[in-house]
């Protein structure tokens, strides 16, 4: 035994005792147990060497991903620091290292095959650095048989797992002897792209923005519309999570030698995603979870690394999420993007062709509009580029799987000013991208004869709205990034539309396309039909435009909550001196996030005959007996009405989409004070707003440093947030649900708790009926928008710490005010053709909260807490 540890990890000697112990350095430990001796010119061995955590991972920004400790009250095995910056060592010797005559060497070593030409083998005899930007070592002194080294790293330094040993030369007469000693050393060195260092790559002037895209690991996801950011939790500091972004690279086609290259990286990491998570778009989600389940990253990646099996399954925030937890984890600046009405362009012709029936119908084809598409953003400059266009910074990646690039499901990185300025040429992708965010939307329909119209050219509907969260600007009294935390992005990808920069944009990205000949006039003649929202004509010729004799206007049907019933109107105006007569359908249907249509909800065939200058108004009513059972996830619910003016053979659309609202699942913290270590209460509820019961529920809970206690007959156990399927009673229909659950916070600071209630009757997952049909029973989580307060966690003083948390657990899954259903009851609301939906596009997600008060933070802020030395208290 080598005696216990003090508080400052070094050991005390076995004679030492309790608090009394004096603390003594490591060599003197190491002298009094024969391990070291005193004679200055004996055998040179080292001993032991002290990578200088704490120090080290202060200076590098790198303090995060060693808060985790072990029973010693050590830093788990992970040794961090960002390249480009020096960090010390610290090795003991058997004996006084003489620098006369004594010799050091460090040889620093990753991947399988280390080869100096690859740059995957270093080693370094320290002397003064002559430069830094290249490998280099110094001795800067020492005490007693220590010597502390100064090492530095290249800005460019291969981003990886790095071995290191310490050898000791001895010279003689003929040769060179080398004393290697490697079982010593008691972990590998990470190092990571460093935004911090000028030279760098990925170098991030704002303190602001490394806080917000580097190091924090909570966050939004923006979902279903522009008012709705799902809050997830990215962790990539958590336990296995930088380990397993670098097993995925390991795993992939890039080579070691290149893992220093930004560009590089983000573009494998791009193709590794759908390696750790499998995408599902089908509704089926039997044999995995359900993409909206997941409330963050970390749980997906520490079951990859764990199983070395694609975790199931995924759809394109959750690819976006896991890629920004990457990327931070390998320290490059990230951050994920919305993109509402997002073109989905499989030809590359930056055009978008849909085609429809009379009646509404979708027939099939390659191009799709998707009412929202999540991607990131990161930050690096690009050199790989011509240097005068200016093309670094923020740059687009997408890791959700859709199209081939270079044989491999991957995407970007792409220049997001060269997507703006239509300079799609340069790597990579730039005419997908592109299309994504600009493409012209044109839509063809057929009648019952089989006749083909072009009934609508949208120049500006693609591309609304791009979202990411922006960093929060709090004050003393309200949260400031829950009610306007949005940032629109949409000014950084295009031009405004119409404009003569956003007309050359488009007509610059087609000459790089598949259909060059788009936006040009051959002979002064237009190549399509022009409409009078289409604007790609030269300058010296003016295009004739086709009048449309019937004007019809889509009465806006506004967004209602699951349950309710409403109407869509539409009103046909003759805006000709003759009368026209029309027929079509406005069909109703529901239809998935990216615009998949599902079921025909309604079909209401309609015909008139107009007077010149009168209106015709048709109306369809819609109940709630119409949509339940029958909707897809996001509860999107599309409008289209295609009509035919008889006199002209004209075709004529309009659209809208509607989507159902979710109840809100609030959440409360009961206590009025929150210390890390000790456990607190969550209290959380909701209405059910169906008619028929919630069965088979439970409620997951996410959220970093945050664990959640659970009673069982074993007695009190804790365990990760992540790890947490909390069991639920049944929910009547219209009661109102409470529970109270108990947890712990791990770590100090600002802390998020996600949570999401899952029933039966409300998951978007089919249900297959005795009969082996399957039926689409895709119902959300009443989700939350809750009180979005923040909490902040206060380190206890030392005498008072608990970090086991095994306090008085009671009530930890209470039900207040509900009782459970009996057998019949619940096999009666399980019955196929009475099962009621919600959609969980953004399931329960709520944010810890320090508030007694039970305000809601829709209409009344919250006070602000903030960091204390002492238990907050009201």
């Known amino acids: 035994m080598d005696g216990a540890r003090s508080g400052d990890g070094r050991r005390r000697s076995d004679g030492e005792s309790g608090d009394d112990a004096k603390p003594i350095s490591l060599a003197e430990h190491l002298r009094r147990n024969g391990r070291m001796v005193d004679e200055p010119y004996g055998d040179l061995q080292t001993v032991y060497v002290d990578l200088m955590i704490n120090e080290n991972s202060t200076n590098h920004n790198t303090d995060k991903y060693t808060e985790d400790i072990d029973s010693d009250n050590r830093p788990l095995s992970r040794f961090v620091v960002r390249r480009g910056f020096p960090f010390h060592i610290k090795i003991l010797f058997t004996r006084p290292f003489n620098l006369e005559k004594d010799r050091l060497k460090l040889v620093f070593t990753t991947g399988e095959n280390p080869l100096p030409g690859d740059r995957t083998f270093v080693s370094l005899i320290p002397s003064k650095p002559e430069s830094h930007g290249n490998w280099g070592a110094e001795i800067l002194g020492g005490s007693e048989n220590e010597l502390t080294v100064a090492i530095q790293t290249p800005p460019d330094c291969i981003v990886s797992k790095w071995n290191l040993e310490v050898q000791i030369l001895e010279e003689t007469e003929t040769d060179v002897i080398t004393h290697t000693n490697s079982k010593i050393f008691p972990m590998d060195i990470y190092i990571l792209f460093n935004p911090w260092n000028k030279t760098d790559t990925v170098f991030l002037e704002s303190d602001e923005c490394r806080e917000e895209y580097v190091l924090n690991d909570e966050g939004n996801v923006w979902v279903g ?43 494998a990491l791009s193709e590794v995603g759908s390696t750790a998570l499998q995408g599902n778009w089908s ?3 039997e044999g995995g979870t359900p993409p909206f389940k997941w409330n963050g990253s970390a749980k997906i990646l520490q079951e990859y690394f764990k199983t070395r099996t694609t975790v199931m399954f995924g759809q394109c925030w959750v690819f976006s999420g896991i890629l920004t937890t990457m990327c931070r984890a390998l320290g490059i600046p990230c951050r994920s993007v919305t993109n509402f009405s997002s073109a989905h362009d499989t030809d590359g012709s930056i055009t978008i062709d849909e085609y429809l029936t009379l009646t509404g119908e979708e027939i099939k084809g390659g191009d799709s509009v998707w009412n929202f598409h999540v991607w990131n953003e990161a930050w690096m400059d690009r050199p790989d580029l011509p240097k005068e266009k200016k093309y670094g910074g923020w740059q687009a990646i997408d890791c959700t799987p859709q199209e081939m690039s270079d044989g491999r499901y991957q995407c970007g990185p792409m220049s997001v000013e060269a997507i703006k300025a239509g300079d799609v040429a340069f790597s990579y992708d730039g005419p997908f991208i592109f299309g994504e965010v600009n493409a012209d939307r044109v839509t063809w329909m057929y009648d019952n004869y089989g006749e083909k119209y072009l009934v609508d050219i949208e120049t500006n509907s693609i591309g609304t709205d791009i979202s990411t969260r922006a960093i929060p600007k709090e004050d003393e009294n309200t949260f400031w990034w829950f009610y306007s935390n949005r940032e629109d992005l949409t000014d950084s990808y295009k031009y405004r539309e119409g404009s003569e920069k956003e007309k050359g ?10 259909d060059k000949t788009l936006y040009t006039i051959p002979d002064k003649k237009a190549s399509r039909i022009l409409f009078p929202s289409v604007c790609y004509i030269t300058p010296d010729k003016k295009a004739s435009r086709i009048l449309f004799p019937i004007k019809f206007f889509l009465e806006r049907t506004k967004d209602h909550n699951y349950g309710d019933d409403f109407v869509v109107k539409l009103r046909a105006r003759n805006t000709v001196k003759d009368k026209q007569s029309i027929h079509g359908y406005i069909t109703i249907k529901s239809s998935d996030y990216r615009g998949k249509p599902k079921k025909i909800l309604k079909s209401q065939p309609c015909k008139a005959t107009i007077a010149a200058g009168k209106d015709e108004e048709f109306e369809v009513a819609i109940k709630e007996e119409d949509y339940r059972g029958k909707l897809a996830e996001g509860c999107y619910i599309s409008i289209v009405c295609c009509f035919i003016t008889e006199e002209v053979k004209q075709g004529s659309i309009s659209k809208d989409l509607v989507r159902l609202r979710k109840p809100k699942l609030n959440l409360e913290v009961m206590d009025k004070e929150v210390e890390k270590g000790k456990p607190f209460s969550v209290r959380m509820s ?25 009673e069982t007959r074993d007695g009190v156990r804790r365990r990760p947030a992540s790890d947490a399927e909390l069991k639920q009673p049944d929910v009547r229909p219209n009661d109102r649900f409470e529970t109270e659950i108990k947890v712990v916070a791990t770590k100090t600071g600002k802390r998020k708790m ?4 899952n029933a039966f009757e409300i998951n978007d997952t089919p249900i297959y009926n005795k009969g082996g049909d399957l039926q689409q029973h895709q119902a959300a989580a009443p989700t939350a928008k809750p009180q979005n307060t923040k909490c902040k966690i206060i380190e206890q003083t030392s ?7 095994t306090g008085n657990v009671n009530a930890q899954h209470r039900n207040i005010k509900h009782k459970g259903l009996h057998k019949t009851q619940r096999e009666q609301s399980a019955t196929g053709a009475d099962l009621g939906q919600l959609s969980a596009m953004d399931i329960a997600e709520g944010v810890v909260i320090l508030d007694a008060s039970n305000q809601s933070a829709f209409h009344k802020p919250p006070k602000l807490i903030s960091l204390a030395k002492k238990p907050l208290k009201y």
């Open 754 to 757: 996600l949570a999401a209630f």
């Open 686 to 710: 909701f209405t059910n707003p169906l008619k028929i019961a919630l069965t088979d529920c439970d409620i997951d809970i996410e959220g970093s440093g945050i664990e959640v206690i659970d």
């Open 225 to 267: 519309d522009r008012y709705n950011g799902k809050d997830w939790s990215f962790k990539q500091f958590d336990k296995d999570i930088l380990e397993c972004t670098l097993l995925l690279l390991d795993q992939c086609y890039l080579r070691m030698k290149n893992r220093g290259n930004p560009v590089l990286v983000t573009r």
């Open 799 to 805: 005498t008072e710490k608990d970090t086991k948390g």
């Open 505 to 514: 944009a488009r007509i610059a990205a087609n000459l790089t396309t598949a």
């Open 283 to 285: 509704g089926n989600y």
